[in-house]
């Protein structure tokens, strides 16, 4: 499978949609009452929120397919050596991904970027999180005593 179809590439992050906002219903409503302020409460977002940055990345790394002249055909655009011979790095970063077949045209899904970023954002939110009711939990058993 070089690339996407149509129906995987509207699907895909579709289904990751529904995954992350199943998992914010079920966080929101929870089944025992603040039982976000455990530290522990916070790996479950956070390894879901890997799984959808990890699944995001590699749609977007392997956008391309193994040959990306083939792909730029196959999409109906037109291949431009000389500027994949100037921007000869981009394909390879790993960070923000771009495999364009000339000035104009990017095989990586527009979605991909910004869904990483997104990521990484809450991810820090969900350590944010952690911290915060580790250090709060800990001063409230501090008080007790």
């Not at 997104?118 to 350590?127: D, F, S």
């Amino acid at each position: 499978m070089d690339t996407l179809s149509a129906p995987d590439a509207i699907a895909v992050p579709l289904l990751l949609l529904a995954v992350l906002g199943l998992r914010v219903w079920k966080t929101a409503r929870g089944p025992r009452p603040r039982r976000w302020e455990r530290p522990g409460w916070w790996i479950l977002p956070a390894v879901v929120l890997a799984a959808v940055g990890f699944v995001t990345w590699f749609v977007g790394i392997f956008s391309g397919g193994l040959d990306p002249g083939e792909a730029c055909a196959q999409r109906g655009t037109r291949y431009d050596y000389a500027y994949r011979a100037e921007h000869w790095r981009e394909p390879s970063r790993w960070f923000p991904l771009h495999d364009k077949c000339n000035a104009h045209y990017d095989l990586v899904p527009a979605f991909v970027n910004p869904t990483l970023v997104a990521v990484a954002v809450l991810l820090l939110a969900c350590v944010a999180g952690a911290v915060a009711a580790a250090v709060i939990g800990r001063n409230k058993r501090e008080t007790r005593v």
